[in-house]
Every structure is written in structure tokens, then in C-alpha cells.
């Protein structure tokens, strides 16, 4: 079997997808159109070519633009159904999408109308594709941490619907520390807690992550190889790291593929996983993340079951649910 075919025989879940980031031009400048929203760019030739990030800020000026276009219920639904099945073409059989509502209410859309669409979208995704999924609710870090009290507000009545929340956005400058009260809230309200840290901030940002907002999971965490310490603490624990290493090389956090951690941390015990971020925007989604690192950094296949595995393990799925993807998993050859 080739490598590509490989990695698509994988079972896996992609745990680090955040469904603003999976917005093609295509569909952005369809949407934009139908709802009569006006773009920065003229075409999705010049969109494309703007794509040339110099670090996560850059990024983020442009998703937040991009986001304008989604604006009906309808237009979430065909978001996450675009996901999907790009998602099941790579072997995907679970997913849990980061969503954003802030820059959406933001912009005076409904809670209710994002999550409507979205949740149903991941009904549809079962039926169809056989994916299960689940949603987390993303806190953005650069807004303050009432506002995220009064988004956790709105998200009150629906928490059936949203299984966990995040914290995204711009990361230096605004420690987890920042949001020790929001996340205890949270904690205590049954949800699961992720946050990003250690993409772009320092390895610190990823203990506090741990200690003060006692995370399950870190988002990124690729910074905690500049600490022993933690990094001793993180294969200790076993504590997944979605790691997405396309998205790492697009925003500058690694020059080249050849030189990301993702294998050394790996080899050192940690609990990684490959992710595709915000795929629309970084070049690829989670099956040519694996694709592209397998090759740059020379995993085994081995290796990549690992990964995969990793995935299916760090999931927030009951136990009962992974075992037969994992049977699955086992029954594949590693030569
Ligand atoms: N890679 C990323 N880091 C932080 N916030 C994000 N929002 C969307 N993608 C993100
Ligand atoms: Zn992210």
C-alpha cells in the first residue's frame, strides 16, 4: 500500500479544526455574494495570494474578515458539510470542531443561528458519512474575560448541544491566567476544557493552561520542548498535544517541515496528534498534514498508527464508542 493510501486507512480523529478555518474561497466569495456582503478582496485568485502569513496575527486578520461572509443558519450547515466530507475522504471517522461565536455575534448574528447550523451539520455527518462529532465552544483571548462570561451566558440553554469549550485567538499577550474564573465556571458546569497554548506563546503559558485552567488537552503545545520540565510533565501525564504541523509551518512558528518537533516530541513519549488547524488557510487538510510530515520528518508507519491512535485516545468519545475504530486500527500492517 502507498503511503498516501496508508494514511487514508488510518481511522482517526481530528480533534483541532476550527470551522471558521475550513472557509475555501470559493465558498467564501459564493456565500458573500448570496448575502450581499462585501470582501477586502476582488477575487478568490487575490484572496489565495493573500494567503502569505508572517505569524498567527496576520493569519487572524484575515479568518476574521473571511467569517463575514457566513451569515444564515444555512451557511454554517454548508461550512461544516464541506468539512465533512473532505473530513471522511481522509479517513476521518470522528471530529470535534472548535466554533468561534464570538465573531459572529460580534457582527449581530444569532448564537442560536451558528449553532443551529452547525449541530445540524453533524447530524447529517453521522447519517451520511458515519462520522460522529462534537462541537467545542472557543472563548477568543484577545476579548476580556466578562465577555466570555457573557458568551458562556448565551451558550447556557444549548450545553446538550456543545460538548466542551477552548480558548483561541491571538495567544501572546493573553495568558490562560486570564481566564482562571471563565474556565472553573465551565469545569464546573460538566464541560470539557482544551485551551491553545505554546503555539505562538511561551512554554509557561502551557502550565498555566494546566494548573489554572486545568485543561484535558493542550491546543498546539509545540513551545514545550524549550522546557524539560514540562516536557517531562506532559509524557507523565500523557496529556494530548493536537499539534498541526502545516499550520505551524504557514504561520512562521517552524521555517520548514523538516525542522518541526512533532517526531522528538513524539520519540519522547508525549501524546501527539496531527491536526489541520484552519485547513482553508494553511494548505491542507489533516490527511495531508499526516502526508507531508510522514515525508519531511521520515515517520514510520508505525509512527503514523501511533498517531492515529493518539487521536482516537484523546478523543472526548466514551470508551465503547472508540474500541471498534481501534480494532480496526490494529488490524492494519505496519511494513
Ligand atoms: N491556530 C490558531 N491559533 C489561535 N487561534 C486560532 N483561531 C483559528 N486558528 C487559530
Ligand atoms: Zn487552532
Redesign the pocket.
Known amino acids: 500500500m502507498d503511503l498516501e493510501s496508508y494514511i487514508r486507512a488510518l481511522p482517526k480523529a481530528e480533534l483541532h479544526l476550527?470551522i471558521e478555518?475550513s472557509l475555501e474561497p470559493e465558498m467564501m466569495f459564493a456565500l458573500a455574494q448570496r448575502n450581499g456582503v462585501t470582501l477586502p478582496w476582488d477575487s478568490v485568485e487575490a484572496t489565495r495570494a493573500a494567503y502569505a502569513f508572517s505569524d498567527?496575527q496576520s493569519f487572524?486578520d484575515l479568518?476574521y474578515a473571511g467569517a463575514a461572509a457566513l451569515i444564515h443558519e444555512r451557511d454554517f450547515h454548508e461550512l461544516a458539510m464541506a468539512y465533512f466530507a473532505r473530513a471522511h475522504a481522509d479517513g476521518v471517522v470522528h471530529a470535534e470542531l472548535f466554533f468561534?461565536p464570538q465573531t459572529h455575534t460580534e457582527r449581530g448574528i444569532a448564537f442560536e443561528t451558528v449553532l443551529d447550523g452547525l449541530e445540524r451539520a453533524c447530524q447529517e455527518a453521522q447519517t451520511r458519512y458515519g462520522i460522529s462529532s462534537r462541537l467545542i465552544l472557543c472563548f477568543l483571548r484577545h476579548l476580556s474575560e466578562d465577555e466570555g462570561f457573557a458568551t458562556l451566558e448565551q451558550a447556557l440553554p444549548h450545553l446538550g448541544r456543545i460538548h466542551g469549550v477552548g480558548l483561541?485567538?491571538s495567544?501572546k499577550g493573553h495568558p490562560p491566567s486570564k481566564f482562571t474564573r471563565l474556565f472553573a465556571r465551565c469545569r464546573d458546569l460538566g464541560l470539557h476544557v482544551v485551551a491553545?497554548a505554546g503555539?505562538e506563546g511561551p512554554p509557561a503559558y502551557i502550565v498555566e493552561a494546566l494548573d489554572l485552567l486545568q485543561v484535558e488537552r493542550i491546543d498546539h503545545g509545540v513551545r514545550a520542548a524549550e522546557d524539560p520540565a514540562l516536557m517531562a510533565r506532559l509524557a507523565r501525564e500523557q496529556v494530548p498535544l493536537t499539534v498541526?504541523p502545516l499550520?505551524n509551518i504557514k504561520?512562521c512558528v517552524f521555517d520548514r517541515l523538516e525542522q518541526h518537533n512533532l517526531r522528538q516530541l513524539l520519540e519522547a513519549g508525549l501524546k501527539v496528534t496531527i491536526n489541520s488547524?484552519?485547513p482553508a488557510y494553511f494548505g491542507g487538510y489533516v490527511g495531508q498534514n499526516y502526508l507531508e510530515t510522514a515525508i519531511a520528518l521520515g515517520l514510520s508507519r508505525a509512527q503514523l498508527k501511533q498517531l492515529a491512535r493518539n487521536s482516537l485516545e484523546a478523543s472526548f468519545v466514551p470508551e465503547a464508542l472508540r474500541s471498534p475504530w481501534l480494532s480496526v486500527l490494529d488490524s492494519l500492517p505496519t511494513d
Open positions: 476550527h478555518g498567527l487572524l479568518y468561534d483561541d485567538s495567544e491553545h503555539e498541526c499550520s504561520l488547524d484552519d
